[in-house]
């Protein structure tokens, strides 16, 4: 019955889509029409299609957390008290970032009432989960899921007593970051009493490169114990980088008994290569974009962010330290964009002085006409 009611729920999604392809809306898009959720099932669900309701949201509550772009609407009810962990699988986003979601009791529609349980910004299309402590029984709570940074994604949600992919630990690129020593980085964690003796066997080791849309385990690094049967608490692992690039390390448990969570150990950013990695040595060939990096100061260190205007797709994201001694810093190749059909580019390019407040500018490039197009 399930499976036939998720079938439903995608023809219906594509029949209003093709009825109305520039309004389609999801069927939970305002409040008054929220999904109701039942503990253990499973729903698929999408962002496209989905609007605001302006008066039904209050951003103040949440901070820098979430920006409304493209919400939709859940309640769950807890039969029973106790921890719950919300289960988000499945994503297929047009760009990296995956969904946001925000917990909250309150009257619907009425921002004053709202009392914020969790809000949380995934990054990444992993699977993760997020906990719930100490639900009240019989007390509805809205449940608002949103594309990440105005993405687009499909997802499953779960609202159940076991927790399901990886805990949830949003972590944007830190310009402080450890510098592997030939591509290889070492990572060091430790392992609390309480893990080893509620069963934990082993910690995994994932990794995802910036770009990249979901993490890889790249080892798991079993729990060893003294001769006298005492856990050990300290772990080391190393790992030799594929590429330059930035990576994100995440460190979790595992093999815990009676269905305990996966517990976050070390979540780290890694860069591969100097502490700000200028742009390719060789001259750019091909048509270019020329930044105005010569406004900021030698050895300044830039965070470069590329996105397609309207969408806010990320074309291109960067670290450099400015070297006027290497001019082709300044030009970005444009090729594979032109090909997309892209004139027009939007460009922040952030600067933190070493004794000063973290600022950035933003701006718009159009790119030269492709070869063979009058100009």
Aim: charged share 15%; aromatic share 8%; hydrophobic share 40%.
């Amino acid at each position: 019955m399930y499976a036939a009611g998720t079938a439903f729920f995608w023809l219906l999604l594509l029949l209003l889509a093709a009825a109305h392809p520039s309004r389609a809306q999801c069927p939970n898009d305002d409040l008054e029409n929220r999904w109701l959720l039942r503990l253990e099932e499973t729903v698929a669900a999408s962002t496209t299609g989905c609007t605001v309701q302006r008066r039904c949201v209050d951003e103040r509550l949440t901070g820098k957390c979430i920006e409304y772009h493209n919400d939709q609407w859940f309640e769950f009810t807890p039969p029973a008290a106790g921890r719950y962990f919300v289960n988000i699988g499945g994503q297929q986003c047009r760009d990296v970032r995956g969904v946001q979601l925000v917990v909250l009791s309150g009257q619907p529609c009425q921002p004053a009432t709202y009392r914020i349980l969790s809000c949380t910004s995934l990054g990444t299309q992993d699977d993760v989960f997020v906990t719930l402590d100490s639900l009240a029984a019989g007390r509805p709570y809205l449940l608002c899921v949103d594309g990440y940074l105005k993405d687009y994604c499909r997802f499953t949600l779960q609202i159940s007593h076991q927790a399901l992919g990886l805990p949830v630990s949003y972590q944007p690129p830190n310009p402080v970051r450890l510098q592997p020593v030939g591509g290889v980085v070492e990572l060091a964690w430790q392992v609390p009493d309480s893990l080893a003796l509620a069963g934990t066997t082993a910690c995994r080791v994932l990794r995802r490169e910036v770009h990249q849309y979901r993490s890889v385990e790249v080892a798991q690094v079993p729990l060893r114990h003294d001769t006298f049967g005492r856990p050990q608490s300290a772990y080391t692992w190393r790992d030799s980088l594929p590429a330059p690039g930035q990576y994100h390390y995440r460190v979790v448990s595992a093999g815990a008994a009676h269905g305990a969570a996966p517990a976050l150990l070390l979540a780290q950013w890694v860069a591969n290569g100097e502490p700000a990695p200028a742009m390719p040595g060789p001259a750019v060939s091909g048509p270019t974009i020329r930044l105005p990096l010569n406004e900021f100061p030698r050895r300044a260190a830039l965070t470069i962010v590329v996105t397609e205007p309207g969408s806010g797709r990320v074309l291109l994201a960067r670290q450099l330290q400015r070297d006027p001694a290497q001019p082709q810093q300044d030009e970005l190749p444009v090729a594979a964009w032109q090909a997309q059909g892209i004139r027009q580019v939007a460009v922040a390019i952030g600067w933190q002085p070493k004794n000063g407040r973290k600022s950035s500018r933003q701006f718009r490039l159009t790119l030269p006409a492709p070869e063979g197009l009058s100009k």
